[in-house]
């Protein structure tokens, strides 16, 4: 059975930052087949400005939206609920929101999701994977765009998760994906994670920037 014969779940986080080990969620979107759920979360923190401009929530925003250990619970039991169904989550770039939703449950003192049981669909990393030559941005919105998918409002959780999963059956029509089993896909996709890495540690180290970790594929504990 291929990896996109069954259904398809996806995940999408907006948060207060680019570090996912430090910074917070503020809105997520969780699809699971027609089911979906999504909204605003109160992350017991500010939100600067720099990621406002980029998702367009502020502290006014999320006044009176549920508080961060609230949803990051019903989150990792949602991701439980895919492993023990063994329905893979689409999550573009997880090395992101999966290091996030982890870093989260430690800091609430919360039950992380079963990772090592979990089937991801990284379209960010199967990208590379197909086009490592490929020259510009890897965006969510680059993507789809060059599959013809449509993102109706990038860096909301919603839109975001929705195009991330319509961007993952688009690449199922790639024949060097199409006939791979669960397992094969994981195998490969965390090889590309990795040679992906290493592409860029060959320029960090000749221009002093921080190494990416080969194996934070897909999060980091």
Not at 137 to 146: K, N, S, T
Not at 178 to 192: F, I, N, T, Y
């Amino acid at each position: 059975m291929a990896w996109h014969d069954g259904p398809l779940a996806a995940l999408d986080f907006e948060t207060t930052g680019v570090d996912p080990r430090h910074d917070r969620v503020v809105s997520f979107a969780l699809i699971d087949g027609d089911a979906t759920r999504e909204g605003l979360v109160d992350p017991g923190v500010p939100i600067p400005a720099a990621a406002s401009a980029v998702h367009g929530l502020d502290a006014e925003a999320v006044r009176g939206a549920p508080r961060s250990e609230r949803v990051i619970d019903d989150a990792a039991r949602w991701v439980d609920g895919l492993v023990e169904r063994s329905v893979p989550l689409v999550v573009f770039n997880a090395a992101y929101d999966l290091t996030m939703l982890a870093a989260e449950c430690r800091r609430h003192g919360l039950r992380e999701p079963e990772w090592s049981r979990l089937v991801v669909v990284d379209p960010f990393v199967v990208d590379w994977g197909l086009n490592p030559r490929l020259r510009g941005q890897r965006r969510l919105g680059d993507v789809a765009q060059r599959l013809g998918v449509v993102l109706e409002n990038a860096h909301d959780a919603l839109s975001d998760a929705r195009a991330a999963a319509d961007v993952a059956r688009a690449q199922a029509s790639d024949p060097r994906l199409a006939g791979l089993s669960v397992k094969e896909l994981m195998e490969r996709q965390r090889r590309w994670h990795a040679a992906k890495a290493e592409d860029w540690n060959r320029w960090a180290r000749q221009n002093n920037r921080a190494l990416d970790d080969l194996a934070a594929w897909p999060l980091t504990r």
